[in-house]
């Protein structure tokens, strides 16, 4: 249907999928495409109107035919053929997944705590909680994607100012799962304490549920995180009096 207002500017109201060509002097809907399934003729200023050629057998619209727009129309997609949105990568929710996955900062013990002495083989230990998996999810806005972004602990080192010393585990108080033995006294140390850091490092993956292109992937050569802790811990000697017999 076609509506004229002032100034010569036609409106054409069209049912789904049906094309129009507009301008400042005429204005023509069209049953079939023209210049495309679903688009929209914009006349120059001044031209006449559009007559697209008919479609089918004996003149009439048809199926499968295609009307081409002249040279002084712009032709653009409407209604029903408007593209589809471009579909969201996984691995582009695996990043905000990554984004958003919380590792703990470690939190140090040894035994003997605060203090401890030169030849003694003393105990390392990480908090509760802190030498473990850890996992973070985010979907996607319509709900069809969601990608986990998984965290596994793959060690702890320990620079004990001295040397240091790799651990694969949580430690332990009595020092078997992961200890270390001082050489030298804290004595010519700053504040005569030994300065220690602790970095534990976990791998870092993704798994994806839902509508995917890829099931699982990480970053590598990129895909470990890490947190540190740092502290002191003075090292003494142990004397030892002799008198003679």
């Known amino acids: 249907m076609l509506t004229k207002l002032s100034a010569g500017i036609s409106i054409a109201i069209l049912t789904a999928g049906a094309t129009v060509a507009l ?55 409407v209604g029903n053929n408007v593209p589809a949105a471009a579909p969201v990568r996984t691995v582009d929710v695996a990043f905000q997944a ?12 040894t035994s003997p705590e605060n203090r401890t002495y030169v030849a003694l083989r003393t105990g390392l230990w990480l908090g509760a909680g ?35 010393v790799t651990c694969h585990s949580r430690g332990s108080k009595d020092g078997k799962a992961c200890g270390y033995t001082y050489q030298r006294s804290s004595a010519g140390q700053p504040n005569h304490r030994y300065a220690i850091s602790v970095t534990v490092t976990w791998y870092v993956h993704w798994t994806c549920a839902g509508v995917c292109d890829a099931r699982a992937g990480d970053w590598a050569p990129n895909s470990t995180m890490s947190r540190t802790t740092d502290t002191t811990l003075a090292v003494g000697e142990v004397q030892t009096e002799s008198r003679p017999g």
């Open 130 to 164: 802190i030498y473990a998996r850890k996992t973070v999810s985010v979907g996607t806005p319509d709900g069809a994607t969601t990608v986990t972004a998984i965290g596994d602990p793959q060690s702890v080192t320990w620079n004990m100012g001295e040397s240091s």
């Open 23 to 77: 301008g400042t002097t005429s204005a023509l809907a069209c049953n079939g495409p023209c210049g495309g399934p679903g688009a929209i003729g914009v006349h120059e200023p001044g031209h006449s109107t559009y007559n697209p050629p008919a479609h089918g057998p004996h003149g009439k619209s048809g199926k499968g035919a295609t009307a081409q727009c002249p040279p002084t129309v712009a032709c653009l997609t």
């Open 98 to 109: 990554r984004d958003q996955l919380e590792l703990p900062t470690p939190t140090v013990h």
